[in-house]
């Protein structure tokens, strides 16, 4: 069996490695057959019969693992309990991947999983358990923001494993800093000029998300030219997005109503946000909150905005939040946060969960003051 290569997590990481990787290889080595539907028997031409002087195939199938979670309610409902159908078609797929040429290179795309697979919660990975009990499962967490490009090399270049082998790889959203990193080395690559403190300005008013940044950067290329993009230009052109739920989020939390909290966090994740994202906007505002303390309480607004950087609409909102806060909850909120966003990087904790349990905690401390 060739080692089964395992992508989840960040979509936009997914986006990126398949683009890199395609980019990288030969158009014909590269197969994507749709994992969703797919029996044993559309597998074997893939995985069994390589020319006879081909160097490498790579397969590349979304939803491979998937579609072979358990409890799905297809497999629930068809055929007998146990898995049914679901396992039936799990067990067929391990057996044809288990007899894969070694020179096959096999990549399971799996976006929008929020448990990374294993023996215990897939069917797929507990029948290649089952026909190999020397399976060998490893998991690694992706948190740098290039990690996308970078793991392109070390999948197509690596050795064959000795014995059967399933790396699940989690592409972690980028937070705050990491996504200003990503924005600084893709304005270079763009040839974007950004005078001091807009490129900061462009990340926060994005919600550090990275599509949107790039999104953004080409737009910017257009427009300026040659000419330095202005702190002015990303407020004129650049529509803010995850901030205003962070707004409202700590308006919430400030005001004790948590069970409001957790219903627009639970909007949000309905609505498809990345709650990385929200984790970042949620620490720029406290960032931000904490700058406005800093200030004198009956500064001129021009003033504060000289002295902060901040734009109006971000301090009107704002400054009530830093006055009904106070700076011992604010320094705290951002502890807990940064704290959450390091459990979730690590695989500690679930994003979503970790947010209505730190959105529950400062509502807590909120009504306790």
């Keep these: 069996m060739p080692r089964l290569w395992i992508f989840t997590g960040d979509d936009y990481s997914l986006e990126l490695f398949t683009r890199r990787l395609q980019h990288t290889a030969a158009a014909d080595e590269v197969h994507t057959p749709d994992g969703r539907e797919l029996k044993a028997a559309d597998l074997v031409p893939h995985l069994l019969s390589l020319p006879m002087f081909s160097a490498r195939r790579i397969v590349l199938v979304r939803r491979l693992v998937g579609s072979a979670a358990k409890g799905r309610r297809p497999e629930t409902e068809d055929g007998p309990a146990g898995g049914g159908q679901g396992r039936n078609r799990a067990r067929e797929l391990a057996a044809v991947l288990l007899q894969a040429d070694p020179r096959v290179v096999v990549i399971a795309l799996e976006p929008g999983a929020e448990r990374d697979p294993s023996p215990e919660n897939n069917w797929l990975l507990a029948e290649l ?48 800093d990491a996504a200003l990193r990503w924005a600084r080395r893709r304005a270079r690559e763009t040839g974007v000029e950004f005078e001091s403190g807009a490129l900061e300005a462009l990340a926060e008013r994005l919600g550090y998300d990275r599509r949107l940044i790039d999104l953004e950067l080409e737009k910017l290329r257009l427009y300026a030219g040659p000419e330095r993009v202005t702190r002015d230009d990303i407020r004129r052109l650049v529509v803010e997005t995850v901030p205003v739920s962070a707004f409202d989020l700590l308006r919430l939390v400030a005001e004790g109503d948590g069970a409001g909290a957790v219903r627009l966090i639970r909007q949000l994740r309905r609505e498809g946000e ?96």
Excluded: C, H, Y
């Excluded at 740098?144 to 490009?149: F, K, L, N, Q």
């Excluded at 002295?307 to 951002?334: C, D, N, V």
């Design 274 to 369: 990345n709650p990385q994202n929200i984790v970042g906007a949620l620490a720029w505002s406290l960032r931000a909150v904490r700058l406005l303390q800093t200030q004198p309480l009956r500064a001129d607004l021009a003033e504060v905005q000289q002295a902060t950087g901040l734009f109006p609409g971000q301090i009107r909102q704002l400054l009530p939040l830093a006055r009904r806060l106070g700076t011992r909850r604010t320094e705290q909120g951002l502890s807990d946060l940064l704290e959450l966003d390091r459990q979730v990087k690590t695989g500690q904790v679930d994003a979503w969960l970790g947010l209505e349990l730190w959105l529950t905690a400062q509502t807590a401390a909120a009504m306790g003051s």
């Design 129 to 176: 358990k089952g026909l190999a009990p020397d399976l060998r499962l490893s998991r690694r967490v992706v948190d740098d923001p290039d990690g996308p490009v970078n793991l392109v090399s070390a999948v197509l270049q690596a050795e064959p494993a000795p014995t059967p082998e399933a790396v699940v790889l989690r592409f972690a959203p980028a937070g705050p």
